[in-house]
Nanobody
């Protein structure tokens, strides 16, 4: 069973930065896709950024130019560097991974951006 453990959330002022980390364990196989989703109160969960094992990335339009996703395949770890944070970035951020065709989720980490 694949487990995803996130860290790095917290409270930051608008314009500040945070770095999220997510470490995957429980699989000896390559993780095809890793990424981050977020869910704000009263809203649906949305994709923030994703990255393949080959390094291809995609981003939500709202975070392009501010967030950077990266991964360390040897450590099965994905990172999300978030710069120029805005109050509208406030949400619970969830790590996501696809192993073969199965989806796995982390428990979520709160990111709060104050104005």
């Amino acid at each position: 069973q694949v487990q995803l453990v996130e860290s790095g959330g917290g409270l930051v002022q608008a314009g500040g930065s945070l770095r999220l980390s997510c470490a995957a364990s429980g699989t000896a196989f390559s993780i095809n896709v890793m990424g981050w989703y977020r869910q704000a109160p009263g809203k649906s969960r949305e994709l923030v950024a994703g990255i393949t094992s080959g390094g291809s990335t995609n981003y939500a339009d709202s975070v392009k130019g501010r967030f950077t996703i990266s991964r360390d395949n040897a450590k099965n770890t994905v990172y999300l560097q978030m710069n120029s944070l805005k109050p509208e970035d406030t949400a619970v951020y969830y790590c996501h991974a696809i192993v073969f065709t199965r989806n796995y989720w982390g428990q979520g980490t709160q990111v709060t951006v104050s104005s």
